[in-house]
């Protein structure tokens, strides 16, 4: 385990910081539901603390997998707020009962932790009446980087544009900053960013360069209006036949699947071609079959990108925040 060294001053900036980026859209009327366990740097920052400044309410949900108990307090609230993750939202978007809440006073939903998937997006926008608005952030800076604006007026698919006072440099592996469009691993400074791992120099030799950037691990893109767009996180690449393969944009399509509840994409050892792209799904559809899901993908994705196997479950595994665990499929499946 690593421990981040998070100062009162990269708290307090990155406080102010979110205070600056939504002005007064939050008010002391505020009752903000918080599904995510308090230890969760997400759950701190952005709802309990910005809240808890204004004078707001909040709501902790103590288990959000309960989504039927979860539904059933909602029904008791006149919520304004909402944070969460993808999955989670999957998960109360297919709950009927969910979709008949008041939600004449609700105003705001906030995602970040993993990437939101526009199916998700969409639906969400359907059943409440708003959009999501998307944000990035980690741990290591206290958390938040970059965000849409609030109010959310549109689904952009993209993580949004950096904080007040935050400055961002796509990097690829060499250290070289890359053109408009180009992948690249985000690298970050600003007030907010840790001092450095706890009594380890050897990780804080590898997340920081020479220059004093903070390297976040995740690869993302900038379009030319100054708009940034996850790409995946670089240790969930997958290398088939030479070319690179980037989970989030397989699991984006398989979601779309009518059939399809969750899903996740991992890289598999092949004899063939170095790794395959193997896709673990919880169907919906209890009809839908493997030769569905790759005959889909063959009509949205290049041939080296559809996955060669798909295999079905009763749930995937995740974390206590409800984040899909890449790393534990990867490590029981290291070789289909």
């Known amino acids: 385990a690593k421990s981040a060294v998070l100062t009162h001053r990269n708290m307090i900036a990155n406080m102010q910081q979110m205070s600056a980026w939504t002005g007064g859209h939050f008010d002391s009327e505020e009752i903000m539901v918080t599904p995510l366990p308090l230890y969760h740097i997400f759950s701190l920052s952005v709802s309990c603390l910005i809240i808890f400044k204004l004078g707001g309410e909040n709501i902790l949900i103590t288990n959000p997998r309960d989504i039927k108990g979860f539904v059933k307090e909602l029904k008791t609230l006149k919520f304004t707020s909402f944070i969460g993750v993808n999955t989670l939202f999957n998960a109360l978007l297919n709950n009927e009962a969910f979709k008949t809440l008041d939600f004449s006073r609700f105003k705001t939903t906030i995602a970040g932790a993993m990437p939101l998937q526009r199916t998700v997006a969409e639906k969400w926008h359907r059943v409440t009446g708003h959009y999501i608005c998307e944000g990035y952030g980690m741990t290591e800076c206290s958390p938040i980087i970059t965000a849409n ?78 708009w940034f767009y996850i790409v995946d996180r670089k240790k969930n ?40 792209v193997k896709a673990f799904i919880v169907k919906k559809d209890p009809n839908l079959t493997e030769q569905a899901v790759i005959d889909f993908c063959h009509q949205s994705l290049t041939r080296y990108k559809v996955p060669k196997f798909v295999e079905f479950r009763q749930e995937l595994p995740k974390t206590n925040v409800g984040k899909i665990l890449h790393r534990a499929l990867r490590e029981e499946t290291v070789t289909a």
Not at 237 to 260: A, C, D, H, L, R
Request: hydrophobic share 35%.
């Open 149 to 226: 604006p609030i109010p959310t007026e549109f689904i952009s698919g993209s993580i949004g544009i950096p904080l007040p006072s935050t400055d961002i440099d796509i990097r690829n592996d060499a250290g070289e900053s890359v053109t408009v469009g180009e992948a690249g691993e985000l690298c970050v400074k600003g007030p907010q960013v840790m001092q450095g791992y706890w009594q380890r120099p050897d990780e804080n030799a590898k997340t920081f360069t020479s220059d004093g950037w903070l390297r976040t691990g995740d690869v993302v893109r900038m379009d030319k209006d100054g």
């Open 237 to 276: 690449m997958i290398i088939v036949s030479g070319f690179n393969v980037y989970p989030t944009e397989v699991e984006e399509v398989i979601s779309s699947i009518p059939g399809v509840l969750e899903v996740a994409v991992v890289g598999v050892t092949d004899k063939h071609s170095s790794e395959a």
